[in-house]
């Protein structure tokens, strides 16, 4: 019998041990708690500029989001997407989310806020498209629209 208590508590220890060795530390879990909450909020920024797009829309069912590039400070959104107009054709569109302005490409100052926020160098992007869309369908299911 006692080999076997022996077994029992060398395998509990090994266990803790390993727990404890190979458990994230508090620093790292505070930091991929940090990660998700940025990641979290920026989703939330792109998706709440796509839903205001999409309501915009003559016909919002025919939204089609082509990119939603959310620049990794956090200080702007660059959309391209496409929608039925008028008369039954699509138009392919731009649109930019900053702090201070939401605009499409007929505002007149789009080009100057797409410039500075879409099209600078060196800026790095997370293209959340694919994320923005699943929550369009989700948002859609959950509203009956």
Same mark, same amino acid.
């Given at each position: 019998m006692r080999p076997v208590w022996l077994g029992i508590l060398v395998l509990f220890v090994v266990g803790i041990l390993g727990a404890a060795i *190979? +458990?994230?530390?508090p620093a790292d879990q505070a930091t991929t708690h940090k990660q998700q909450d940025a990641s979290e909020a920026r989703f939330q920024l792109a998706l709440g500029g796509a839903l205001t797009l999409r309501k915009a829309m003559r016909n919002p069912s025919s939204f089609d989001l $082509? +990119? $939603?590039?959310?620049a990794d400070d956090d200080s702007a959104v660059c959309y391209g997407y496409r929608a039925q107009n008028g008369f039954g054709g699509m138009n392919v569109d731009h649109a930019v989310l900053t702090r201070t302005a939401f605009v499409n490409s +007929?505002? $007149?100052? *789009?080009h100057k806020l797409w410039k500075q926020n879409c099209a600078a160098k060196g800026m790095h992007f997370y293209d959340l498209r694919d994320d923005v869309m699943a929550g369009l369908r989700q948002y859609d299911a959950l509203h009956n629209y």
């Open positions: *190979f +458990s994230p530390s $082509a +990119s $939603a590039l959310v +007929s505002d $007149a100052r *789009f």
